[in-house]
T-cell receptor, first 110, second 114 residues
Framework: KNEVEQSPQNLTAQEGEFITINCSYS?????LHWLQQHPGGGIVSLFM???GKKKHGRLIATINIQEKHSSLHITASHPRDSAVYIC????????????FGKGTLLTVNP | DAGVIQSPRHEVTEMGQEVTLRCKPI?????LFWYRQTMMRGLELLIY????????DSGMPEDRFSAKMPNASFSTLKIQPSEPRDSAVYFC????????????FGPGTRLTVL
């Protein structure tokens, strides 16, 4: 059974700081997803990656398949980045069934 | 495109009542997913469909839960009878076929069972 662990559970930063959120999973996967959920509940897919690194604006996601580990980095953090960040992996033999981490609550103070 | 549409956005009901949640996926998406989110358990997959056919319903908690997809543009998740422990936010998501495409989530339905 695939298990997904995230750390830290909560993270508070000052505006402008570099932020890293970590995600580890227990079995081989097809892809790793990073999702963002703002207060009020909407969920947005940030990245889906199966190897290497992806960048979108100030957000960078990396994955190390051998170590079963992924990181989400936010450069020059801003209060609007405050949200819950969730990683999820494809579990078992299915490409589409996602197993989710518990999420990281990020608060960026001005 | 309007994105994934869910209704109602909020539902308050009493224990024992039947609850029906609705979802309209993005046009052209072949996969539809139902998720439940609670404080204790986080996000969990309940069931997903491909071309209107249920593929994996192993996450459906018990027989009180049922889901249907009568056509490519509509799906329902029904709880009968509802219980207080069913209180959660229920999300619907859809994706295109053909590879590992991202899922697009609806705004969710916040269900409260009293």
């Amino acid at each position: 059974k695939n298990e997904v662990e995230q750390s830290p559970q909560n993270l508070t930063a000052q505006e402008g700081e570099f932020i890293t959120i970590n995600c580890s999973y227990s079995v081989g996967i097809s892809a790793l997803h990073w999702l963002q959920q703002h207060p009020g509940g909407g969920i947005v897919s940030l990245f889906m990656l199966s190897s290497g690194k992806k960048k979108h604006g100030r957000l960078i996601a990396t994955i190390n398949i051998q170590e079963k580990h992924s990181s989400l980095h936010i450069t020059a953090s801003h209060p609007r980045d405050s949200a819950v960040y969730i990683c999820a992996s494809n579990s078992g033999g299915s490409n589409y069934k996602l197993t989710f981490g518990k999420g990281t609550l990020l608060t960026v103070n001005p | 495109d309007a994105g994934v549409i869910q209704s109602p956005r909020h539902e308050v009901t009493e224990m024992g009542q039947e609850v029906t949640l609705r979802c309209k996926p993005i046009s052209g998406h072949d996969y539809l997913f139902w998720y439940r989110q609670t404080m204790m358990r986080g996000l969990e997959l309940l069931i997903y469909f491909n071309n209107n056919v249920p593929i994996d319903d192993s996450g459906m908690p018990e027989d009180r839960f049922s889901a249907k997809m009568p056509n490519a543009s509509f799906s329902t998740l029904k709880i009968q009878p509802s219980e207080p422990r069913d209180s959660a936010v229920y999300f619907c998501a859809s994706k295109e076929s053909g590879g590992l495409n991202e899922q697009f989530f609806g705004p969710g339905t916040r269900l409260t069972v009293l």
